[in-house]
């Protein structure tokens, strides 16, 4: 594991993310980094293709919306 200096700003925008998404600071870092270096080697996939192929990855189930 490693430090990875990033701006404040962009860090307050990390925090305050990590709020809404339920994830620790360093959690939601990890995401996006994760999500945005998926996206440089895919760069023709949408950020749900994206996700959908991650969850398949781990034999997950993407949940279903609900109609009402």
């Known amino acids: 594991m490693g430090?990875?200096?990033?701006?404040?700003e962009l860090h307050e925008e990390v925090r305050r993310?990590?709020?809404?998404?339920c994830r620790s600071?360093?959690?939601?870092?990890?995401?996006w980094m994760k999500m945005g270096m998926l996206a440089e080697a895919n760069p023709t996939l949408s950020f749900h293709d994206i996700v959908k192929a991650q969850m398949?990855?781990?034999d997950a189930a993407l949940p279903?919306?609900?109609?009402?």
Do not use: G, L, R, Y
């Open 25 to 31: 600071i360093n959690a939601q870092a990890e995401f």
């Open 56 to 58: 398949a990855a781990a």
């Open 3 to 8: 430090i990875v200096k990033i701006d404040d």
């Open 64 to 68: 279903q919306p609900m109609v009402a």
């Open 17 to 21: 993310t990590s709020t809404v998404m």
